[in-house]
């Protein structure tokens, strides 16, 4: 058995909204292998960029872990001080690439110069900027930019969208991290350019061995990326799978819908539409969250919380209709 | 005869202002946003136009409804030129054809209540002979989309993404139009209210015999939508023909490009593994002689450097605008 690279017990995290906890997320529990790209889908306001948030510390004041432990490497970085956090974890370990790549570029700065910050930090400060500019152009052609030399006296602007996102994930790969948490890091690009940083993206992981946690709402994405997915409604995982298997066999009743209603080029008949909204935060239904809109819900599902159980080797599911 | 039919279509934006521009002395820049594009929709069809951003999809749909002036080509709304249009034609034409735009939020009036924003058409159009039942008509409209009758009170920071849209649909169908430009209605929104709104949008289609100009650059959505598929890059159309052929017979090396990058659920492939096209779109300003995709395409030679191709019919109903096929 692999090492657990990450390891989340029971976490419940509150926002505070005009004086009150609201729970965003709760119950969850998810561990990543050494190496393994774990995909974590869901509609918008499901929890699942929260989630990534929490993990890297990155949430805002008003928010808070209720309850639960994140253990990462065998240690719990909950209780670790900010500043042991951002020495040994953050940009060390553990990297983020986010949805906007314009957002997260300086506009003011270089591109070479802002890839030379991170070599500079990960050296220590031991090394100079023009020791390793060298080492910045290798990383440039590495990630697939072409004619490095030239692009790394380049402003953001004058890079394209996908161009831009190379560079995110170049930054987030010098310190050779072992999670890499990407939220949506495609989701602003066209479809070849998509492919192409995926591509990029598959490649960099075999190589460095790295763990991710992918966040996406798009389905048809996370099948050719990852290898189990973990599927959140309403702050809750309520499946998690290979990814094949819950494909080919979803267990809980909102992994089914979310799968008929999703359009598929393969697909001719028509597409089904899950009834009512995603309740909001604060506002979640008493019982199983998902089942004021669950065509199979009966009495059990309005009073008692269904939790996680596996239910298949690998595979878990939150659904009182496995106990029937 | 074709309910709109588009001729030759040219849009070049120019810039040449800003004092920086004058002083340098460089001449304006022209980007040629569309260039040169023809095509025919029939009455109740759907024509989807793909492609990546930047192919100037956004510009053929705004050209269409004239809300942009073309710099040539010519429009034809049942048989008659839209540019010539007087000033009551206009209005009809405004009438008979609307608009889904993108953004569901900022194309709604912070300011009005649903209510207003739906029967602000008719009362532009004078469709309203008594206020008394103008309720009844907004709920009407509003039930057709999905939304009931309590929404007509709402303000649009009040509505979720998904009912933001629906408005937007009920305002676009308050008139009865013939002919409805949807640029990319579901972008943005989570996969259950899409698999909604396209339901929707094809329900009205049959029930009201509507003809569709759909902009999108989700594949999976157009094939469950179109019956007619027009693939731009750079401002050109280059393979234009029905929904099946393209997804299965396609010929334009770009189209094959671009739908090889279409991955289903049910496919058992990586993207570690996947071939994939390299580069990206070039920028319309300067764009590449002769055929605009030579630089990333697989099978250019010679004549695809300096002979731009026309787009010819590869078989009946299906044109491409490829050098290997003419």
């Keep these: 058995m692999p090492d657990k690279i990450l390891k989340i017990n029971d976490l419940a995290v509150e926002y505070k909204n005009k004086g009150k906890y609201l729970r965003v997320l709760q119950d969850i529990n998810l561990e990543l292998d050494s190496g393994e790209i774990l995909a974590l889908v869901g509609e918008s306001g499901s929890g699942k960029s929260t989630l990534g948030k929490t993990i890297l510390r990155l949430l805002p004041d008003s928010a808070r872990i209720a309850s639960g432990s994140i253990f990462f490497k065998g240690k719990d970085i909950c209780n670790l001080s900010e500043k042991d956090f951002n020495d040994q974890i953050r940009g ?12 997260a570029l300086n506009p003011v700065f270089k591109v070479g110069t802002q890839i030379l910050d991170v070599l500079y930090f990960k050296s220590k400060k031991q090394k100079n900027r023009k020791e390793l500019k060298k080492e910045a152009v290798e990383i440039l052609k590495k990630v697939g930019i072409s004619d490095p030399e030239y692009r790394f006296g380049e402003y953001p602007h004058q890079f394209s969208g996908g161009m831009k996102q190379r560079v995110m994930l170049a930054m987030a790969f010098i310190s050779n991290p072992s999670l890499l948490i990407a939220d949506e890091p495609t989701t602003a690009l066209d479809l070849t350019v998509e492919a192409q940083i995926l591509n990029l993206l598959s490649n960099l992981v075999e190589e460095y061995k790295t763990s991710i946690l992918y966040i996406s709402h798009d389905l048809g994405v996370v099948a050719g990326l990852s290898d189990r997915i973990a599927v959140m409604y309403a702050g809750r995982i309520v499946e998690v799978a290979q990814t094949r298997v819950l494909f080919d066999q979803p267990n809980h009743p909102y992994t089914e819908a979310l799968l008929n209603c999703l359009p598929d080029y393969q697909k001719t008949e028509e597409l089904q539409t899950i009834p009512g909204q995603v309740p909001d935060p604060g506002n979640y239904p008493v019982g199983c969250n998902f089942h004021p809109r669950c065509s199979y819900s009966f009495e059990r599902c309005r009073q008692e919380d269904p939790g996680l159980e596996e239910i298949d080797s690998e595979h878990f599911s939150a659904c009182f209709l496995n106990d029937c | 005869m074709a309910l709109v039919e588009v001729k030759n279509l040219k849009k070049y934006f120019v810039n040449n202002d800003g004092l920086l521009y004058k002083l340098a002395n460089k001449g304006p820049i022209r980007v040629k946003a569309v260039d040169d594009v023809s095509f025919k929709i029939e009455k109740e069809d759907t024509l989807a136009v793909v492609g990546e951003s930047g192919c100037g999809k956004t510009t053929v749909a705004r050209s269409v409804l004239r809300l942009i002036e073309p710099t040539a080509g010519e429009i034809l709304y049942k048989g008659r030129s839209i540019n010539n249009f007087n000033k009551q034609e206009l209005k009809t034409f405004r009438r008979d054809a609307q608009m889904i735009l993108q953004d569901p939020r900022s194309s709604l009036n912070p300011r009005f209540i649903v209510e207003e924003i739906v029967s602000e058409p008719l009362y ?43 408005v937007g649909i009920a305002r676009a169908l308050a008139l009865q139009p013939e002919f409805i430009v949807c640029d990319e209605p579901t972008s943005g929104l989570d996969i259950s209210i899409m698999s909604a709104v396209l339901n929707l949008m094809k329900k009205l289609q049959q029930k009201y015999q509507l003809t569709y100009l759909w902009i999108s650059h989700n594949l999976h959505e157009v094939r469950y939508i179109s019956n007619k598929v027009a693939v731009m890059y750079l401002g050109k159309i280059v393979e234009i023909t029905d929904t099946d052929t393209i997804f299965n017979n396609s010929v334009h090396p770009y189209t094959e490009a671009l739908f090889s990058a279409l991955r289903g659920i049910n496919d058992d492939w990586n993207y570690k ?18 055929c605009s995709f030579h630089p990333r395409c697989k099978y250019s030679f010679d004549k695809c450097k300096k002979i731009e191709p026309e787009l010819k019919a590869v078989e009946s109903g ?9």
Aim: aromatic share 4%; charged share 25%.
């Design chain 2, 318 to 326: 299906h044109l491409a605008a490829c050098h290997l096929y003419n």
């Design chain 2, 273 to 290: 593994e996947h071939e994939i096209i390299e580069g990206e779109v070039p920028s319309p300003i300067n764009p590449p002689s002769g």
């Design chain 2, 124 to 166: 532009i159009h004078d469709q309203i002979e008594d206020d008394s039942n103008l309720l009844d008509r907004v709920w009407e409209l509003l039930d057709l989309v999905g939304l009931s009758k309590r929404y007509s009170e709402l303000f649009p920071h009040e509505l979720s993404g998904g009912q933001a849209r629906r």
């Design chain 1, 92 to 103: 060390q370990e553990m990297a983020m690439v986010i949805q906007n790549p314009q957002n």
